[in-house]
């Protein structure tokens, strides 16, 4: 059974960094696009930021855009969420998802499997 599972979360102060790690098995890592989302209490879960097979095409949300850098090791089936300038309304619980369809997708429904979710809290 395909398993992704993050890690990396925690409570970090409005300007500060977290770095997101999400390892996979049991799936064909380096054929799939891997995306982050998110989702705050009471709220949909978001588009974060997606990164093609390859690793050579990036989509990033608007919000994000500039903060945060999504990356991917292939060879340790790895995806890498590297957040810096946090911000109180970048409080949610990261979600790592994968789609093995192309072009990178933003919306969730597109993507085939996903993790449990980490917790990342910012204070002001």
């Known amino acids: 059974q395909v398993q992704l599972i993050e890690s990396g979360g925690g409570l970090v102060q409005a300007g500060g960094s977290l770095r997101l790690s999400c390892t996979t098995s049991?799936?064909?890592?380096?054929?799939?696009?891997m995306g982050w989302f998110r989702q705050a209490p009471g709220k949909e879960r978001e588009f974060v930021a997606a990164?093609?097979?390859?690793?050579?095409?990036?989509n990033y949300a608007d919000s994000v855009n500039g903060r945060f850098t999504i990356s991917r090791d292939n060879a340790k089936s790895t995806v890498l969420l590297q957040m810096n300038s946090l911000k109180p309304e970048d409080t949610a619980v990261y979600y790592c998802?994968?789609?093995?369809?192309?072009?990178?997708?933003?919306?969730?429904?597109?993507?085939?499997?996903w993790g449990q979710g980490t917790q990342v809290t910012v204070s002001s």
């Open positions: 998802a994968a789609d093995r369809q192309v072009p990178i997708a933003t919306k969730s429904y597109e993507y085939d499997f």
């Open positions: 049991r799936l064909t890592f380096s054929s799939y696009v």
């Open positions: 990164i093609s097979a390859n690793g050579r095409s990036f």
